[in-house]
């Protein structure tokens, strides 16, 4: 099927059906979250407003709420946000939404001090881009950090070439380069960039960005602690 014939109905339907894998996430932990989290950690802080983009079944959303953040975990998936729903009962600073991101439209132009965008930016497919960035941009403000985690476009494009059936339904290639150049025009900046891989070198790409305001701070305060 291409892709641009694949339907916002065709993609809930596949990640409904998705669930029984995603639940063993939750019985044993999986060394890529014991990454994310671990970057979690450094930048997560308690009453911080957080949109967690692409939640899936709640796992990183259950986390920074157990940080102490208050967290809006959105899904195209029912079958995947009910499961993330009953898996946080314990905690009233998590709500999840079931909802298509491009067509996100929060209350009272809400706003997030952390957005999270973990194994989902590859399933947004190419040509929905540009709006799913205009949704960032329009959820964030100066002080926002973003966290980003997504497959290296090479092992993607490996893997599209030898082993398709490993993807899932919309899976794309997104190059660094192309990724720094676009978030930097909705006013973000690379402040950490890495490349690691677990079963493969080069196979994951981890980001945060912060705005040119926030990066000038940041330097700023590192300077002023040797004097400058």
């Known amino acids: 099927m291409a892709e641009t014939n694949i339907s916002n109905n065709d993609i809930k339907t596949y990640y409904d059906n998705f669930l029984d894998k995603l639940k063993k996430d939750h019985q044993r932990e999986n060394p890529r979250h014991s990454r994310v989290k671990q970057a979690l950690k450094n930048i997560i802080q308690p009453n911080m407003k957080v949109l967690d983009?692409?939640?899936g079944t709640g796992l990183t959303s259950v986390f920074m709420g157990e940080i102490g953040?208050?967290?809006t975990g959105v899904d195209i998936s029912d079958k995947l946000i009910e499961f993330a729903r009953s898996n946080s009962l314990?905690?009233?600073n998590v709500?999840?939404?079931?909802?298509?991101i491009v067509e996100l439209n929060l209350d009272n132009d809400e706003k997030f001090d952390a957005i999270t965008i973990i194994d989902s930016l590859e399933h947004i497919k190419r040509h929905k881009f540009l709006l799913f960035l205009d949704k960032v941009a329009g959820y964030s403000t100066v002080n926002t950090i973003i966290y980003l985690n997504i497959p290296d476009s090479r092992y993607q494009r490996y893997m599209r070439e030898k082993h398709p059936d490993r993807l899932q339904i919309i899976?794309?290639?997104?190059d660094a380069d192309f990724l720094i150049s676009n978030f930097k025009k909705i006013g973000f900046e690379v402040l950490q960039y890495s490349i690691y891989g677990l079963d493969t070198p080069a196979q994951y790409n981890e980001y945060i960005f912060v705005t040119k305001p926030r990066l000038d701070e940041i330097y700023k305060?590192?300077?002023q602690k040797i004097g400058l």
């Open 69 to 71: 953040a208050d967290v």
């Open 53 to 55: 983009i692409g939640c």
């Open 90 to 92: 314990h905690l009233s």
């Open 95 to 100: 709500k999840y939404i079931v909802e298509d």
């Open 171 to 174: 899976d794309e290639d997104y």
């Open 221 to 223: 305060q590192a300077l």
